[in-house]
């Protein structure tokens, strides 16, 4: 019979790669309990509607990457492709906003349809900060300062760089888009396609374009920089100053834009060349305007997501950690003997009991003493269990260490094992 495979561009986390996710999950998530920040947690499918009105309709994502669906009913639904939108219909619908302020976190899966490459998948993971009622750029400081030590405790600090703007109010956008629109209009024949279309729709996000000869004309372009109304500039000079005082390094890019419609002010990019093509880890920026358009009271807000598959393969690429991470078992049960199962498990239940952090197989599927041994050494255990026949006869168990040439194998009686066992754990570490 013909296979069914899983769909292009999504993608299984296997066995040898889930220790790497499991640790950089709890990482990042003692890391925000450290700083205040509760987990919410949102469905993975949400009303169209929410998406068109926050993310915006001419970006990318509403445009050409979202997966969307009529359900039964004919309602159109589509799979989460970020997770702001959702974090701030939830924070609306369930009243968190109300006077309040909220430091959240979430993790899960994103869904875009773009072109399956490294670092790109239809299927990604992304862990998301938001904070809501704080306007001043203490906050924005705050989630840099947490990211930064996030990079630390993985790692891969040395490999990121910190890029950041301010885009302004949406008056300072609109005069410089503007002022940009008609500068660019005199090279229309001279941009790529891309961004003639947009020129149109979004011309903001023609300063993100990777064509080398638009990057060139960009050059002569207006700055959004000098279109920045007071308050903007009042507040990336605030948040300049606080880097500068915490010691976090970052370099000022005036041509970075988001890609979604509804950022103002600070927008930052944490970025790496270690990863080809696809090196944001993580971007952010405030959203003050998000709240009030999705139906709530004006809200300040800031956040950012981070690309939880490139960030593993950062850890990966420069990183120590992923080598030193190993889901090997402590121990590996071996059961050679009719009838000798109860007598096994119900050690191995008094085991888990004694010693909560300890990972032991109990041998399943019978066979031959010698294929246990195999399996045994194949698990990486650190310890074989040996409960043969002549030994349970005799209330006995043989420990045999597996990875220590210097130690011999010993019995004891399985009354004191749990004893035995503490000590020769310890030295066996
Ligand atoms: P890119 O420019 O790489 O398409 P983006 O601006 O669309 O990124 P955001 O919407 O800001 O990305 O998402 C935040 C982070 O989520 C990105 O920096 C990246 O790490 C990750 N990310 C976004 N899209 C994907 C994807 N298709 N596959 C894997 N990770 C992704
Ligand atoms: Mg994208």
Same mark, same amino acid.
Not at 33 to 44: A, L, V, W
Not at 104 to 123: D, H, V
Not at 143 to 151: D, G, M, P, Q
Not at 328 to 352: H, K, M, Q, T
């Given at each position: 019979?013909?296979?069914?495979?899983?769909?292009?561009?999504?993608?299984?986390?296997?066995?040898?790669?889930?220790?790497?996710?499991?640790?950089?999950?709890?990482?990042?998530?003692?890391?925000?309990?450290?700083? +205040?920040?509760?987990?919410?947690?949102?469905?993975?499918?949400?009303?169209?509607?929410?998406?068109?009105?926050?993310?915006?309709?001419?970006?990318?994502?509403?445009?050409?990457?979202?997966?969307?669906?009529?359900?039964?009913?004919?309602?159109?639904?589509?799979?989460?492709?970020?997770?702001?939108?959702?974090?701030?219909?939830?924070?609306?619908?369930?009243?968190?906003?109300?006077?309040?302020?909220?430091?959240?976190?979430?993790?899960?899966?994103?869904?875009?349809?773009?072109?399956?490459?490294?670092?790109?998948?239809?299927?990604?993971?992304?862990?998301?900060?938001?904070?809501?009622?704080?306007?001043?750029?203490?906050?924005?400081?705050?989630?840099?300062?947490?990211?930064?030590?996030?990079?630390?405790?993985?790692?891969?600090?040395?490999?990121?760089?910190?890029?950041?703007?301010?885009?302004?109010?949406?008056?300072?956008?609109?005069?410089?888009?503007?002022?940009?629109?008609?500068?660019?209009?005199?090279?229309?024949?001279?941009?790529?396609?891309?961004?003639?279309?947009?020129?149109?729709?979004?011309?903001?996000?023609?300063?993100?374009?990777?064509?080398?000869?638009?990057?060139?004309?960009?050059?002569?372009?207006?700055?959004?920089?000098?279109?920045?109304?007071?308050?903007?500039?009042?507040?990336?000079?605030?948040?300049?100053?606080?880097?500068?005082?915490?010691?976090?390094?970052?370099?000022?890019?005036?041509?970075?834009?988001?890609?979604?419609?509804?950022?103002?002010?600070?927008?930052?990019?944490?970025?790496?060349?270690?990863?080809?093509?696809?090196?944001?880890?993580? $971007?952010?920026?405030?959203?003050?305007?998000?709240?009030?358009?999705?139906?709530?009271?004006?809200?300040? $807000?800031?956040?950012?997501?981070?690309?939880?598959?490139?960030?593993?393969?950062?850890?990966?690429?420069?990183?120590?950690?992923?080598?030193?991470?190993?889901?090997?078992?402590?121990?590996?049960?071996?059961?050679?003997?009719?009838?000798?199962?109860?007598?096994?498990?119900?050690?191995?239940?008094?085991?888990?009991? $004694?010693?909560?952090?300890?990972?032991?197989?109990?041998?399943? +599927?019978?066979?031959?003493?010698?294929?246990?041994?195999?399996?045994?050494?194949?698990?990486?255990?650190?310890?074989?269990?040996?409960?043969?026949?002549?030994?349970?006869?005799?209330?006995?168990?043989?420990?045999?260490?597996?990875?220590?040439?210097?130690?011999?194998?010993?019995?004891?009686?399985?009354?004191?094992?749990?004893?035995?066992?503490?000590?020769?754990?310890?030295?066996?570490?």
């Amino acid at each position: 019979m013909s296979q069914v495979r899983a769909i292009r561009g999504m993608n299984d986390i296997l066995p040898g790669d889930t220790a790497l996710w499991q640790f950089i999950e709890k990482t990042v998530s003692d890391l925000l309990c450290q700083y +205040g920040y509760s987990e919410i947690r949102f469905p993975i499918v949400e009303y169209t509607d929410l998406f068109k009105r926050s993310i915006g309709e001419v970006t990318d994502i509403v445009e050409k990457e979202m997966y969307t669906f009529n359900d039964r009913n004919e309602e159109s639904l589509t799979l989460r492709p970020e997770g702001t939108a959702c974090c701030v219909r939830a924070c609306i619908q369930n009243g968190l906003l109300h006077n309040q302020q909220q430091r959240l976190w979430y993790s899960g899966p994103m869904f875009r349809y773009e072109r399956p490459q490294k670092g790109r998948q239809r299927q990604f993971h992304q862990v998301g900060v938001e904070c809501f009622g704080m306007s001043g750029p203490d906050v924005d400081t705050e989630l840099l300062l947490l990211t930064a030590r996030l990079w630390r405790e993985l790692g891969v600090s040395e490999a990121v760089t910190l890029e950041l703007n301010s885009i302004g109010s949406l008056q300072d956008r609109a005069a410089y888009k503007q002022a940009l629109v008609s500068y660019l209009e005199q090279h229309l024949d001279e941009l790529d396609a891309d961004s003639q279309r947009r020129l149109g729709s979004n011309p903001l996000r023609i300063l993100d374009s990777k064509d080398s000869n638009t990057q060139k004309i960009l050059d002569g372009a207006p700055n959004l920089s000098d279109f920045l109304g007071v308050e903007a500039q009042q507040h990336f000079a605030g948040l300049t100053a606080a880097l500068d005082a915490v010691g976090i390094a970052y370099r000022v890019n005036t041509r970075l834009v988001r890609g979604l419609d509804y950022y103002n002010c600070t927008v930052f990019e944490w970025v790496t060349d270690k990863l080809g093509a696809q090196g944001t880890i993580c $971007a952010g920026g405030r959203y003050d305007g998000l709240v009030e358009q999705l139906g709530g009271k004006p809200v300040p $807000a800031v956040g950012f997501a981070m690309g939880l598959e490139r960030l593993c393969l950062l850890v990966q690429e420069v990183g120590t950690i992923a080598d030193q991470l190993d889901n090997s078992p402590d121990i590996y049960f071996i059961i050679a003997g009719e009838g000798l199962y109860p007598v096994a498990l119900v050690l191995a239940e008094e085991l888990r009991s $004694a010693f909560p952090s300890l990972s032991m197989i109990v041998h399943g +599927g019978g066979g031959s003493f010698k294929s246990q041994m195999k399996k045994a050494d194949k698990s990486g255990a650190r310890l074989a269990l040996i409960l043969g026949e002549d030994e349970a006869n005799q209330g006995l168990i043989s420990i045999k260490p597996l990875r220590r040439a210097d130690m011999v194998q010993i019995q004891v009686k399985q009354a004191v094992l749990a004893q035995e066992l503490a000590s020769i754990l310890q030295t066996t570490k």
